[in-house]
């Protein structure tokens, strides 16, 4: 009973060691994005855009997410996606993505060609960690109408992390996707991604959810947040967004009513 006590110490105590090692790596690689007071920036994760079929969770939610996307580009925000915006474990491949959600992904593209847009890798598309990946498959498409390449999102880099520095208090708003804790969802993203592939998809086409999903993993999400608190603990209390994989409409709330008590924090202090 000691020894298996014992390895299981030892395995815990492994995975947040590595949790830590892969967090730092995310917080030091981070592109580093200047904000000042009159910046606007608007948060999404986790859209999971799919090939508008019945295992595409994002259909159903396509037309108030494009209302919203181009409400907050006349706005003049800065759209930021925090990973896994595209559903590359269900579906093989990016172009019938594209081809589904046209008119998004030309939204999202004005957002590219203005540099308002800025992209975080996540589990479900980690293959755009990939930069060879990511130009031959989003710089340009194909438009069947003209016969010809047209640029899509030409020059684009996804990154693991991004920080969001504030030019005149250096306060940092630190985001990522999150599954850096995760150390499944992190070494061993292409296991996952075969076993959806070959089995959950076609369930989820019967109405049969992914009982794996980590929404429904309520134990390993308690960990995976424990994970990240400690490391923020261990950081100075660093302000992190991160995806907790809760329900997404109370998620996204919460990361807008977060910003706005950052807002309102910053300016109390340039006040003072």
Same mark, same amino acid.
């Given at each position: 009973?000691?020894?298996?006590?014992? *390895? +299981?110490?030892?395995?815990? @105590?492994?995975?947040?060691?590595?949790?830590? !090692?892969? =967090?730092?790596?995310?917080?030091?690689?981070?592109?580093?994005?200047?904000?000042?007071?009159?910046?606007?920036?608007?948060?999404?994760?986790?859209?999971?855009?799919?090939?508008?079929?019945?295992?595409?969770?994002?259909?159903?939610?396509?037309?108030?997410?494009?209302?919203?996307?181009?409400?907050?580009?006349?706005?003049?925000?800065?759209?930021?996606?925090?990973?896994?915006?595209?559903?590359?474990?269900?579906?093989?491949?990016?172009?019938?993505?594209?081809?589904?959600?046209?008119?998004?992904?030309?939204?999202?593209?004005?957002?590219?060609?203005?540099?308002?847009?800025?992209?975080?890798?996540?589990?479900?598309?980690?293959?755009?960690?990939?930069?060879?990946?990511?130009? *031959? +498959?989003?710089?340009?498409? @194909?438009?069947?109408?003209?016969?010809?390449? !047209?640029? =899509?999102?030409?020059?684009?880099?996804?990154?693991?992390?991004?920080?969001?520095?504030?030019?005149?208090?250096?306060?940092?708003?630190?985001?990522?996707?999150?599954?850096?804790?995760?150390?499944?969802?992190?070494?061993?993203?292409?296991?996952?991604?075969?076993?959806?592939?070959?089995?959950?998809?076609?369930?989820?086409?019967?109405?049969?959810?992914?009982?794996?999903?980590?929404?429904?993993?309520?134990?390993?999400?308690?960990?995976?947040?424990?994970?990240?608190?400690?490391?923020?603990?261990?950081?100075?209390?660093?302000?992190?967004?991160?995806?907790?994989?809760?329900?997404?409409?109370?998620?996204?709330?919460?990361?807008?009513?977060?910003?706005?008590?950052?807002?309102?924090?910053?300016?109390?202090?340039?006040?003072?």
């Amino acid at each position: 009973m000691l020894h298996l006590t014992m *390895k +299981h110490f030892l395995f815990t @105590f492994t995975i947040m060691f590595s949790a830590k !090692k892969r =967090l730092d790596k995310a917080y030091n690689k981070a592109k580093v994005i200047p904000f000042n007071n009159s910046s606007k920036f608007i948060l999404f994760s986790d859209c999971h855009r799919g090939d508008n079929s019945f295992a595409d969770d994002f259909a159903n939610n396509r037309n108030i997410y494009f209302h919203a996307l181009k409400h907050y580009y006349n706005k003049g925000f800065s759209y930021a996606e925090l990973g896994d915006g595209d559903e590359l474990w269900e579906n093989l491949s990016f172009e019938s993505i594209l081809h589904a959600h046209k008119n998004v992904y030309m939204l999202m593209k004005k957002f590219h060609d203005e540099e308002r847009l800025h992209m975080i890798w996540g589990n479900h598309d980690m293959v755009y960690r990939n930069q060879n990946y990511v130009n *031959k +498959h989003l710089d340009t498409y @194909f438009d069947a109408k003209t016969g010809e390449n !047209k640029d =899509l999102f030409c020059d684009i880099t996804y990154h693991e992390g991004i920080v969001l520095k504030h030019s005149e208090t250096s306060q940092e708003l630190f985001l990522l996707h999150g599954h850096q804790a995760d150390w499944w969802n992190y070494l061993f993203w292409k296991w996952s991604r075969f076993m959806v592939r070959v089995l959950w998809k076609p369930l989820n086409v019967m109405g049969i959810a992914d009982p794996t999903s980590p929404a429904k993993n309520y134990k390993e999400l308690i960990k995976v947040e424990r994970r990240t608190k400690k490391w923020i603990t261990e950081n100075k209390n660093l302000i992190t967004i991160q995806v907790i994989h809760t329900d997404l409409v109370f998620q996204n709330l919460v990361i807008l009513l977060f910003l706005m008590m950052v807002v309102v924090y910053t300016q109390e202090v340039l006040l003072v």
